[in-house]
């Protein structure tokens, strides 16, 4: 990981982050792909993260990490329904150094990322002043996160 961190985020946009709770009326589970990455922190639930025709398990604590134009879809079940966090960031590509896939899931995400994930959520769910530059610097925080333990 020889990335410059300033130059990194320099040429980053954030598209959002937000969070959602899966549901059959507001998520159809078709695939789907977007100019810029996504990533999706998953706080809660279970389901299946399916992209190349494969299906892989996904369930709380997992991070999905899809970079632009990969045709991607979740899918949650119905005991357990999905809750995460979702980032959208655009001119940001993330790398693993084993495998040439433009996507991955890192299972058991760290303690930090938990703490940052809770103050983005307190923030997500707040008109307080200053809550989308701290979004901002939270959404480049955990980015910055995975970057490290990718």
């Avoid at 549901?23 to 100019?35: A, K, P, R």
């Avoid at 990533?39 to 299906?55: Q, S």
């Avoid at 590509?93 to 703490?115: G, M, P, R």
């Amino acid at each position: 990981m020889k990335t410059d961190i300033n130059q990194l985020f320099n040429k980053s946009e954030l598209i959002y982050i937000r969070q959602s709770k899966f549901s059959e009326e507001e998520w159809h589970s078709s695939l789907h792909s977007h100019y810029f990455t996504e990533i999706l922190i998953v706080l809660n639930g279970e389901g299946d993260f399916i992209v190349d025709n494969k299906k892989f398990p996904i369930r709380k604590n997992d991070v999905i990490v899809v970079n632009p134009y990969v045709e991607h879809t979740e899918t949650s079940t119905n005991i357990l329904p999905l809750w995460y966090v979702v980032i959208g960031v655009n001119n940001i590509k993330f790398e693993k150094a084993e495998d040439n896939n433009d996507y991955f899931i890192v299972k058991d995400f760290s303690q930090e990322l938990k703490t940052l994930l809770r103050l983005s959520i307190h923030e997500l769910n707040t008109t307080d002043w200053g809550n989308d530059a701290a979004l901002q610097r939270l959404a480049e925080m955990i980015i910055i996160t995975i970057y490290r333990n990718q």
